[in-house]
Every structure is written in structure tokens, then in C-alpha cells.
């Protein structure tokens, strides 16, 4: 069965420092999310992604976040100056079509551990 | 905005016996869809189950089913006869029916561990 893949597994980074978060959804599928969860809390939304453009993000997608499909099969999630606040598990998930009972397909997560 | 609730961060049960876990979950809206998600140690969130709000019978998958209240916004998931491979975390999800914009998010709760004694 086809799947979400994120990569890495996990990222160590310094506190100032970029990283970009890697997925590659399931081929045939058209919307994109990014969600995260900090160790003990819930799972939160980021922000969902169609078209070639941001369709929803939530308010912890500030300026310092952005989204790329750069060439029709990665989807990345960029953090431009990461803060120790923004260590956490970050999911990538993927839906065939928009209709609100159709899953979101998940990767595995990648763990972004900032230092 | 919806919330979703779970109150039981872990539950144990012992093989082949039953175990329900609970989720609430507060919303305006009429018309949504709720999601059971299971992610074991260190694997994806797999969709284990999901009832679309208009729909007043209860989703079954095999051995998990869901009892929806939706006047007491409730929808707990009933896992029967357990098995080891049930060992999971196990999220409840929320999701609109309203057309806010491409790509309705999920909400999720805090999560449930699930723990099987064999």
C-alpha cells in the first residue's frame, strides 16, 4: 500500500539555524498538510496546502514557516530561523480528494530536536 | 473553534477482553466527520475508523467499533477481543463538513495509550 515518506527521521539543529522538513506524499494525491506535536501535547495543525498554494494555516504558521512543492513530488516544510520552541514531532499527511470524510494519509513523522 | 477531549491518557487491557475509550468533543457546527487514529511506537497515524455526523448508525471495522452520542458530543471507540498489535496511542479527530477552505484540517485530542497484557 502506498505511503506517506518523510525524511529525516530525525533533525538536531541549532537554535538560529534553517531546516527543511522533507515529504513525499502518495503520488496521486492532490492536498497537503503539515501538523506537529510537542512532546506531551496534542497534535496541531499547521497548514494545508492545494494547487500550488496555502489553503488554511493556523496562527503557529507565522513568517518564520513556509511550504514548497518544488517539483511535483516533494513537499517541504521550511523553518527559516528555528527557535527552541519549535522541537517537536512534525507530521506530513496527504488526501486524495477534499471531501471531509476521505483520510489524511500520515508519514511517520520527522522529530526536530533544536538546540 | 473545536475542541476535541480525550480524558484517559492510558488504558490497559488484558488480551482478548474489551477496552473503550472515551472522547468528547465541542463544536457550533452541525455536520462534521470524527476519526479514530491509531499510531504505534514509532510508526504513522493509521485511520482505524470514522463516522460521518448525519449518519445516526454506529461505524464497525472488524473488531472496532464506535458508540456516537452526537447530542452529548461523544464518540468513544470500542476495540474487542484485543490483541498485542492493538498497543498503540490512540487519537480521536475532528473534521469540518463545511467548506472553509481546500484542505479541511484535522483537530485532534490529547491521545489515549493503549496498553495489551498478554
Known amino acids: 500500500e502506498p505511503e506517506v515518506t518523510q525524511t529525516p527521521s530525525h533533525q538536531v539543529t541549532q537554535m538560529g539555524q534553517e531546516v527543511i522538513l522533507r515529504c513525499v506524499p502518495i503520488?496521486?494525491?492532490?492536498?497537503f498538510y503539515w501538523y506537529r506535536q510537542i512532546l506531551g501535547q496534542k497534535v496541531e495543525f499547521l497548514v494545508s496546502?492545494?494547487?500550488?498554494?496555502?489553503?488554511?494555516k493556523s496562527e503557529i504558521f507565522d513568517d518564520q514557516f513556509s511550504v514548497e512543492r518544488p517539483d511535483g513530488s516533494n513537499f517541504t516544510l521550511k523553518i527559516r530561523s528555528t527557535k527552541l520552541e519549535d522541537s517537536a514531532m512534525y507530521f506530513c499527511?496527504?488526501?486524495?480528494?477534499?471531501?471531509?470524510?476521505?483520510?489524511?494519509?500520515f508519514g511517520d513523522g520527522t522529530r526536530l530536536s533544536i538546540l | 473553534a473545536q475542541t476535541v477531549t480525550q480524558s484517559q491518557p492510558e488504558m490497559s487491557v488484558q488480551e482478548a477482553e474489551t477496552v473503550t475509550l472515551s472522547c468528547t468533543y465541542d463544536?457550533?457546527?452541525?455536520?462534521?466527520?470524527l476519526f479514530w487514529y491509531k499510531q504505534p511506537p514509532s510508526r504513522q497515524m493509521i485511520l482505524v475508523i470514522r463516522?460521518?455526523?448525519?449518519?445516526?448508525q454506529n461505524a464497525t471495522e472488524n473488531r472496532f467499533s464506535v458508540n456516537f452520542q452526537k447530542a452529548a458530543k461523544s464518540f468513544s471507540l470500542k476495540i474487542s477481543d484485543s490483541q498485542l498489535g492493538d498497543a498503540a496511542m490512540y487519537f480521536c479527530?475532528?473534521?469540518?463538513?463545511?467548506?472553509?477552505?481546500?484542505?479541511?484540517?484535522?483537530?485532534f485530542g490529547g491521545g489515549t495509550r493503549v496498553l495489551v497484557k498478554p
Open positions: 499527511a496527504s488526501s486524495v480528494i477534499d471531501s471531509s470524510n476521505q483520510p489524511q494519509h
Open positions: 463516522q460521518e455526523a448525519y449518519k445516526q
Open positions: 463544536t457550533s457546527e452541525s455536520d462534521y466527520y
Open positions: 503520488s496521486n494525491h492532490l492536498y
Open positions: 479527530a475532528y473534521r469540518s463538513a463545511f467548506f472553509v477552505a481546500a484542505g479541511n484540517k484535522l483537530t
Open positions: 496546502f492545494y494547487n500550488n498554494e496555502i489553503s488554511e
